[in-house]
């Protein structure tokens, strides 16, 4: 027998063998991609259930120069950001021009506060946005009326965790571009 006869069908089989755990190794990998991806989901337009615990921030809220901009978010469309892409909610409660949250409701949204009117990026009507004074002090920002307020429970520029949220006695809403809260 020659020796070469005797190797063929061991390196063979090896070969088999790790062609088959290298698929089996790729087919795991896929399937543990897929589990792990975040699907898109529609926008939450509809008042959602009360987060608990309720998220809250011990900060006060910066004043100073504020921009407005729009900024396209997928599943949510185009909505309205400050300058730095944090998404910005209406409080269904609160009367054009008139803040209602305030104390414990403003540790968890809080109120977009500027020394002057707003700067207006892409896709805003600067005439639209503005400011209007507070009770316990500064000036909030209004776009098209609605005061503006940024959710605690955003850790990133990218979060709108707050779009439909029913807390403090109403809905929250981020606003489309044309300036009217997402229902």
Same mark, same amino acid.
């Given at each position: ?10 390196? %063979? ?6 062609? %088959? ?37 011990? @900060? ?79 000036? @909030? ?38 300036? @009217?809260?997402?229902?």
């Amino acid at each position: 027998m020659h020796p070469l006869s005797v190797w063929i069908p061991i390196v %063979s089989v090896a070969a088999l063998t790790g062609c %088959s755990a290298f698929a089996n190794q790729s087919a795991g990998e896929a399937a543990s991609t897929e589990a792990t991806r975040t699907p898109v989901t529609n926008p939450r337009t509809e008042a959602t259930a009360t987060p608990n615990p309720i998220p809250v921030s011990d @900060q006060i809220p910066p004043i100073g120069d504020v921009s407005l901009e729009t900024d396209d978010r997928g599943d949510l469309g185009s909505i309205l950001v400050d300058g730095s892409g944090r998404a910005v909610y209406a409080f269904t409660t609160d009367p054009l021009n008139e803040p209602t949250c305030y104390d414990v409701c403003a540790d968890t949204w809080l109120p977009v506060l500027a020394k002057g009117n707003p700067a207006g990026g892409v896709g805003i009507d600067v005439a639209s946005a503005g400011i209007t004074p507070r009770r316990d002090g500064g000036n @909030q920002v209004t776009y098209k009326g609605h005061p503006l307020y940024h959710f605690a429970g955003d850790k990133d520029d990218k979060d709108a965790g707050g779009q439909g949220l029913d807390l403090f006695g109403g809905e929250w809403h981020v606003l489309t571009k044309d300036g @009217q809260p997402l229902a």
